[in-house]
Each structure stands twice: as structure tokens, then as C-alpha cells.
């Protein structure tokens, strides 16, 4: 075991892992982070997709031990006490219906929205193509993504 | 999960040096670790050490000059894509790079844990071998610059050995003008392996420059073909001839992906888009890579 420090959604945290632990395991079993979910768990489908220092990563391919002192941002740290407009636009357009790859798909668009606030659809499908979703086509997801954006004020 | 390692995050390349020649084939270089934590989780391997490179210092830097590349170990396929320079100047590289899997994987993943991973189907070779490039490593016994057409050995077999780390790859820029294309089959965009992949260079000495992945044990060029073409203009009586060489050039098998009839069929068809789409770069005209196969 090793001590492990480092911040999650914005709040300093330490624990014990094993080298093997990865930061998905980590953050759902150490830590009570439930939005990161194990989907396939060798980095395809994205459902576990987490930011390290802004950028998105597969937390089931980061060993927990590789961050220390790094920035981690979990849905839950996305959305704080309140849910984003761009979560609301998925619930307004159901672009979910099971939700296991929701916060995947979520931490993905914040990550492109981040750098670039007004995607194209293609931007947006490409943006997404690691993200996996048996449920809807994707379509409402990026329907919802494309209202959000292109909503007044934005 | 399978069973525990050392890890170690080394500062300093001396560090990583002296813990590989300690450890020898029983560690394992870690960079983005999209491949090595997949291994390692599904027992394909059994570190004994895992030597976390991602703060060392002397590994960074991707530098795009009037000399030409160099990608050190700790560039991500992200940082490749995002270089101004690459995407200008580089299309065959920065096509190779976007081609890889999805944001998620190619914010981690980097380009020498890919030459090194060395799978059949991976998307950096064919601009590595068409640039020529050369492989730069370093042990506590001395340094090595190895040529890009030595490095692949066998499907996950390359030419470093168990105490040399790879600093980074670099290749000159071509003397005359030069335009290029990757074409990647997938069985659908983003994410998924490449069933054939065909990178081409072409240089104002109309010289075409091949190269193969993802239908042989190991990326290759196709150099029989490069001498059919050299030098000529395409026409289809010259575009026959190139596609009835593919099958001396590659051998590639059945697997989940696709068959070998298919594989064989379909290098054919991207040899002739990609020679067409290429021309059609160096004239200027935008072609966005993913779409010459369609789909």
C-alpha cells in the first residue's frame, strides 16, 4: 500500500492503493464516486471517462498511483448541487434511457465544449466516437449537445 | 486483477536507466498505458516493476523544425493533433495520429508506447515508415539510433532491448515538396482497430512512398509497388498493375475483425483511393481522410 494524494473534484483527498488499483476502482470504491461506471473495462465503450488536469482519460486504464497531485473531475464534480444546462438538455430531449454511459458522455462533451463552445454535429460525433451508448443511436445525445450550444446566449 | 508491481515514478532518466537494468524484461515502461494497463489487468503480463516515465525529466517535447520532427516519449497522439505544424505540414503523421481510437485514449496514449506495443494494426507506423524514420533509445550502456525498418520484429516484438528505454523518434523533413495520406478501415469511426490501414508520402519527384498496416505480422512498405509507380503518371492501365502487386505485399490473416479475402480486397481498393487522394492533396485540394473510404 501507498499513500495517494490528490484532488477530486476540487477538494484535496488521500488514501491507500495498491499499485495495481485503478483510478476507477479507486474513485468508486476508496472514494464513494459512483458517476464513473465499469462498462467494459479495458478502455472502449467510455462510460468510465473521468478529467485528469481538464483532460478526459479512461479512469479503467489509469493506475491510481499515476496521479498523484493531479486534478481529478468526476461528473459529480461537474454538476456540483445543481444539475448543468447541458444536463438539462439531455433530460429535456431524453438522450438517455439506461444512463450507464451518461456521465461518460457528459464529462466527453464537457471536455470539446471546454475548447470548442460551438461544435459542428460532425465535431460533436467525433468528439463522442469513444463513447459507447446501447440505448439511444446517439442521436437525442447529440441532438441535446447541438440545442445546448446553440441555445441564445451561448 | 492479476497480481502486484513495483512502481516506481522516476525524475530523472538516470533513475529509469538504472531500473531497468536492474529489472531487465521483467519491467514494463509506463507512458499513457492504454495497452500496458489492459495487459497487465488481464494477466497478459506480469511486471515485476512498472517504471512510470510521465514525470521524467528529458522526455518531453515535440519539435516540428525546418530540420524535420522529433516526438519525444512523453507526446500524446492529443499533442500531436493539436501542433499547428503537424497538422499544416504533416498530413500523413497527423492523419495517423486523429486516427487513433478516441479524445479519451489519445489524450493518454502516446506515440512511442504505440512503436513500442508494436501490435500489426497500429496507426503510427505507416508515417514512421514512409518518413523514414529513426528510433532513439538509451541504456546504461550507451545509445542507439535505430532505423524505423528495423524496429518491427514480430507482432508485439520490436528491436529495443530489456534495458534500453526510447527517448523519442524523429525524421527528417523531405527535401522537396511533399504532401500525404493515411486511410484506416475500420469496421466503424473512432475507436476501433485498424482492419487495414495504407499511409501514403508523395514528393514533388513524384516518388510514392507505401506503407502498410494491419495486413502482416508487422507494418511494412510496399516497395514493389513504390517502384512500379515511381516516377509515372497514374493511369488506370498503371493502377491495375499496382493493385495486382497488393497481394505480394501483404499477408494478411482472418480474424475478428475480417477475413483475409476481405483484407486482401479492400488494400487493393485503398491503394487506388489513397494514390488518387493524395495527388489531390499536394494539388491543394482538402481531403479529410476519414471520408475517402466512405462510410
Known amino acids: 500500500m501507498a499513500k495517494l494524494t490528490l484532488y477530486v473534484n476540487k477538494e484535496l483527498r488521500s488514501v491507500e492503493v495498491e499499485p495495481r488499483e485503478t483510478l476507477l476502482d479507486v474513485l468508486r470504491d476508496k472514494l464513494g464516486l459512483k458517476t464513473p461506471k465499469c462498462g467494459c473495462d479495458r478502455g472502449d465503450c467510455g462510460a468510465c471517462a473521468v478529467l485528469i488536469d481538464g483532460k478526459s482519460v479512461r479512469s479503467c486504464l489509469v493506475f491510481a498511483i499515476e496521479c498523484e497531485g493531479q486534478q481529478i473531475t468526476t461528473l459529480e464534480g461537474i454538476s456540483g448541487d445543481k444539475l448543468t444546462d447541458l444536463q438539462e438538455a439531455f433530460i429535456e430531449l431524453n438522450s438517455f434511457q439506461c444512463g450507464f454511459c451518461t456521465p461518460g458522455v457528459i464529462i466527453t462533451a464537457t471536455e470539446l465544449l471546454e475548447h470548442n463552445p460551438h461544435p459542428s454535429r460532425e465535431e460533436i460525433q467525433e468528439a463522442l466516437s469513444g463513447n459507447l451508448c446501447r440505448c439511444t443511436g446517439y442521436t437525442p445525445i447529440i441532438e441535446a449537445i447541438l440545442a445546448h450550444t446553440t441555445k441564445e446566449g451561448k | ?295
Not at chain 2, 514494463?28 to 512498472?50: F, N, Q, S, W
Not at chain 2, 492529443?78 to 498530413?91: F, G, K, Q
Not at chain 2, 514512409?130 to 524505423?148: E, F, K, L, N, Q
Open chain 2, 1 to 295: 486483477m492479476s497480481g502486484g508491481f513495483e512502481y516506481y515514478q522516476p525524475r530523472q532518466l538516470s533513475e529509469v536507466l538504472s531500473l531497468l537494468e536492474r529489472y531487465q524484461d521483467k519491467a514494463r515502461i509506463l507512458a499513457g498505458g492504454t495497452d500496458l494497463a489492459v495487459y497487465i489487468k488481464e494477466g497478459i503480463e506480469h511486471p515485476e516493476a512498472v517504471i512510470d516515465i510521465k514525470r521524467c525529466a528529458g522526455l518531453k517535447g515535440l519539435d516540428v523544425s525546418e530540420q524535420g520532427v522529433y516526438i519525444g516519449a512523453q507526446t500524446t497522439f492529443s499533442e500531436l493533433v493539436a501542433h499547428p505544424a503537424v497538422r499544416m505540414d504533416y498530413a500523413l503523421l497527423w492523419d495517423c495520429a486523429h486516427s487513433v481510437a478516441s479524445v479519451g485514449i489519445r489524450n493518454r496514449a502516446t506515440l512511442v508506447g504505440n512503436i513500442c506495443s508494436a501490435v500489426p494494426s497500429l496507426d503510427a507506423a505507416p508515417a514512421l515508415l514512409c518518413h523514414d524514420a529513426v528510433v532513439h533509445t538509451v541504456s546504461a550502456s550507451g545509445s542507439r539510433d535505430i532505423c524505423i525498418h528495423d524496429w518491427f520484429r514480430a507482432p508485439r516484438q520490436t528491436a529495443r532491448q530489456a534495458d534500453e528505454l526510447v527517448l523519442g523518434v524523429s525524421f527528417p523533413k523531405p527535401a522537396v515538396r511533399f504532401s500525404g495520406i493515411y486511410l484506416k478501415l475500420g469496421r466503424y469511426r473512432g475507436e476501433d482497430l485498424a482492419q487495414a490501414g495504407l499511409g501514403i508520402l508523395y514528393t514533388q519527384q513524384r516518388e510514392y512512398r507505401l506503407a502498410f498496416c494491419a495486413v502482416g505480422p508487422i507494418p511494412t512498405r510496399a516497395r514493389r509497388i513504390e517502384q512500379l509507380i515511381k516516377g509515372k503518371t497514374i493511369d488506370a492501365e498503371l493502377l491495375s498493375q499496382a493493385r495486382a502487386l497488393v497481394a505480394e505485399e501483404v499477408s494478411p490473416i482472418t480474424d475478428i475483425r475480417s477475413s483475409r479475402e476481405y483484407r486482401l480486397h479492400i488494400c487493393e481498393v485503398m491503394l487506388q483511393r489513397g494514390i488518387q487522394a493524395v495527388l489531390e492533396r499536394y494539388d491543394g485540394k482538402p481531403i479529410h481522410a476519414a471520408t475517402v473510404l466512405g462510410g
